[in-house]
């Protein structure tokens, strides 16, 4: 089992930063990859941003790319995304997800690629 805790959320202006934390801890030998994803309300979870823990490779979604930044502390087992330049439009639950999304099938963009999820937090940025 794997838990994932998240935090950092809150309230910005358009133009603004924020961070989030994920810690991850438990059996984490069962993952292979920490992933944000982001969702409104009505809408499906879409990816934000991806590391893959062996090679740390990081990838983005296109519309954060240049603004989001995920970075990781192993000794910490803890994931960061640091927000900047943050738009209306990045309003959502945060969430923080971990899995081996290579052997789940489904690809690491996508939400059904972790098994593993974390409580999610809000971040709402005002124009």
């Known amino acids: 089992q794997v838990q994932l805790e998240e935090s950092g959320g809150g309230l910005a202006q358009a133009g603004e930063s924020l961070r989030l934390s994920c810690v991850v801890s438990g059996r984490t030998d069962s993952a292979d990859s920490t992933a944000w994803f982001r969702q409104t309300p009505g809408k499906k979870r879409e990816f934000v941003a991806l590391?893959?823990?062996?090679?740390?490779?990081?990838f983005y979604e296109d519309s954060v790319k240049g603004r989001f930044t995920l970075s990781r502390d192993i000794a910490k087992m803890t994931w960061y995304l640091q927000m900047n330049s943050l738009l209306p439009e990045d309003t959502a639950v945060y969430y923080c997800?971990?899995?081996?999304?290579?052997?789940?099938?489904?690809?690491?963009?996508?939400?059904?690629?972790?098994?593993?999820w974390g409580q999610g937090t809000q971040v709402t940025v005002s124009s």
């Open positions: 997800a971990s899995g081996d999304c290579s052997a789940a099938g489904y690809g690491c963009t996508v939400p059904d690629g972790y098994y593993y």
């Open positions: 590391n893959r823990w062996r090679s740390d490779a990081t």
